[in-house]
């Protein structure tokens, strides 16, 4: 496999019990898969002491670069700020909580080959309680049905991607929303997506950010205004096919 240089971005809030484990083993992969690369972590407003974990790590791994927000900016919000952040060719991201596996970024590597674009993971299978499965499950091909997605696994956000894609796709979401209007525009523009099986696990800090009823019933609301602007007026390709 050709090196690809890739900046590995984890969004984190509240996650001082899983973050360590997530930079140091992507730390340890990284050599594996590249001869350039850098670990972005955004502390997005986190309340326990994410911050000073991540400011003592940023002192023992001269890699790792950490950005602080005063205030959450939300979902969508942090990961578009990762993603201006990230400085190589590649971006690689995944969730703080430690409910992926971040040494399995070497999955995707493999797998994002000439003429990919991204390399999508998909859980084997989902470890979470009874209710998170259900709802998961109902979300995630309900949102695959409207928008007409192709890939399997929508709500997996474990993504390897060419940092050129945003060079075209422009991302506008702050909340959760941001991953079918992530994924809806980046296969509507054309990009190559190939998937690859990941495995899921266990929390084992923290609590889920978005599994609660007011947050889904919010973005099902806003589901609706993404569905008239991707799926009725596709503004995104209009916008896209201006001179």
Known sequence: MHP?????????????????????????????????????????????????????????????????????????????????AAQKEWIFYTDGDAQYDSRELALLARAAGDGVDMAQGYKIKRHDPFHRIVIGWLYQYFVKFVFNLSIRDVDCDFRLMRRSIFDRVKLESTTGTITFEMVKKIQDAGYHIVEVPIHHWYRQYGLSQFFNFPRVFRTLVALIGWWWRLVVLREHTKTRNMP
């Not at 969508?76 to 993603?83: K, P, T």
């Open 4 to 84: 690809k240089n890739i900046s590995v971005f984890f969004p984190a809030y509240n996650d001082a019990g899983t973050i360590p484990t997530m930079i140091i083993r992507a730390l340890q992969t990284l050599p594996e898969v590249s001869d350039d690369y850098e670990v972005i972590v955004i502390n997005d407003g986190s309340t326990d002491d994410t911050g000073r974990v991540l400011d003592e790590m940023s002192r023992l791994y001269p890699h790792l670069r950490v950005i602080h927000h005063s205030q959450p900016s939300g979902y969508g919000g942090v990961l578009r700020a990762g993603f201006a």
